[in-house]
């Protein structure tokens, strides 16, 4: 295998025994948690646009905010990514003899951070200057796709704690910069032939 970190140290019994658990719950809970687990992200695309069609109706600022929050959110994908890479941790189901939900990654593929968790919980600290009550839904999403990418036995729970940190750290950064210069852009997008973007007709 390829030289790497070993994360089973620092929490691999708490991992083993979430596992676990999952191996003895009942089918219907496993599959509503492996599908969620998958797809679940799509969810926060959801929620975002819906920010983006209710801002057209708040003005052109509140419209550039909440355009900006996809944007974030790579952003934190994009750091999250560069950590993977510099701290190449073994996937928990190439250290640890257990049975998983989810197939296990090929080598290379490394575990920490989880990018999952630092979508959601960018998504969803983004989502919080756009709207309160979208941010709130978006907050319950990002800690159940945390938590079910330990059910399914894609990470360790140190894995999502960090996804987690770090997406809401790079998506908090990224939402104040730009929120500085909100106005500024709108006033520019309304002069082009993007201002539907922007603007409710």
Request: net charge positive; with cysteine.
């Amino acid at each position: 295998m390829i030289l790497a970190f070993d994360g089973s140290a620092v929490d691999g019994s708490a991992y083993t025994e979430v596992v676990n658990l999952a191996r003895h719950a009942p089918a219907w809970l496993d599959d509503t948690v492996s599908a969620w687990s998958t797809y679940g992200l799509a969810l926060f695309a959801v929620l975002m646009t819906i920010g983006w069609w209710r801002a057209r109706r708040a003005g052109a600022t509140a419209s550039v905010t909440a355009l900006a929050v996809p944007f974030a959110v790579v952003v934190a994908y994009g750091v999250d990514a560069a950590l993977k890479l510099l701290v190449r941790e073994y996937r928990p189901c190439q250290s640890l003899r257990v049975t998983t939900l989810e197939a296990c990654p090929a080598p290379g593929d490394w575990s920490f951070p989880s990018n999952h968790a630092a979508i959601a919980a960018a998504a969803a600290v983004a989502l919080l200057f756009v709207s309160r009550w979208l941010g709130a839904v978006a907050m319950v999403a990002a800690g159940a796709m945390a938590a079910s990418r330990v059910w399914v036995g894609a990470h360790y729970p140190h894995d999502v704690v960090a996804g987690v940190v770090v997406g809401a750290l790079a998506a908090l950064l990224a939402m104040s910069a730009l929120r500085r210069r909100a106005e500024t852009l709108a006033l520019r997008l309304t002069a082009t032939r993007l201002r539907p973007l922007v603007a409710a007709s």
